[in-house]
């Protein structure tokens, strides 16, 4: 069964720091994986996707990474911005889509 | 991309009645996906909407409780039944042009509050 954890759970920094999200997954049988942002009270917004054959995907100051043998994702932020606050959830799609619990990101003016 | 709206964008609900939940989509799509995001718990796959045949419910989850409609490839309506404090949650709608392998596009949400 797979199971999908993202470390932390929670973030803090200042303004213009460079970071980096985890997500890590057990069965490395996938077709892709997606990153999310979720804002407070709101829906999804699609960030990045990678596809199980790729290694990373990026946009604008948001680089991913996938490294399957590992079971381990990363989501880089860079330069990040007060407007870069939100929750940030990693889907894994293989039989099912599963998503981790995220990892609220508060960034600090 | 996809651009999806939900109504309502919440209700306050008392216990033992029923809230459909809408979810419009503006262009057709072939699999829409509900989902439930229960308070400080990540998202959960309800079931699978297909249009012209009954909807694919996720272990744990059955149509009694979650009655589903896909009338169209642009529209779907999830009904929370009978419904108890337990279910106050986030009702999300997705949907992907290539099924699951591609990218979601997920609704603005459907906060349920039950009393």
């Known amino acids: 069964k797979q199971e999908v954890t993202q470390i932390p759970a929670a973030l803090s920094v200042p303004e213009g720091e460079n970071l980096v999200l985890n997500c890590s997954f057990t069965?490395?049988?996938?077709?892709?994986l997606q990153w999310f942002r979720q804002d407070p009270g709101k829906g999804l917004t699609s960030l990045l996707l990678?596809?199980?054959?790729?290694r990373e995907q990026t946009s604008g100051r948001l680089n991913a990474s996938l490294d399957k043998s590992s079971g381990r994702s990363t989501l880089y932020i860079a330069a990040s911005q007060p407007g870069d606050s939100a929750t940030y959830l990693c889907?894994?799609?293989?039989?099912?889509?599963?998503f981790g619990k995220g990892t609220r990101l508060h960034i600090l003016p | 991309s996809a651009v999806i709206s939900q109504k309502p964008s919440r209700d306050i609900c008392q216990r033992g009645t029923s809230l459909t939940i809408q979810c419009q989509v503006d262009s057709q799509v072939t699999m829409m996906f509900w989902y439930r995001q229960q308070p400080g718990q990540s998202l959960t796959l309800i079931a699978t909407a297909n249009q012209g045949s009954e909807a694919t419910y996720e272990s744990g989850f059955v149509i009694d409780k979650f009655p589903i409609s896909r009338p169209n490839l642009t529209f779907s309506t999830l009904t929370v039944s009978n419904m108890s404090p337990e279910d106050s949650s986030i009702y999300l709608c997705s949907v992907s042009a290539g099924g699951s392998a591609d990218t979601q596009y997920f609704g603005p949400g459907t906060r349920l509050t039950v009393l």
């Open positions: 889907a894994v799609v293989g039989d099912k889509i599963i």
């Open positions: 990678i596809q199980s054959s790729q």
């Open positions: 069965d490395s049988a996938i077709y892709n």
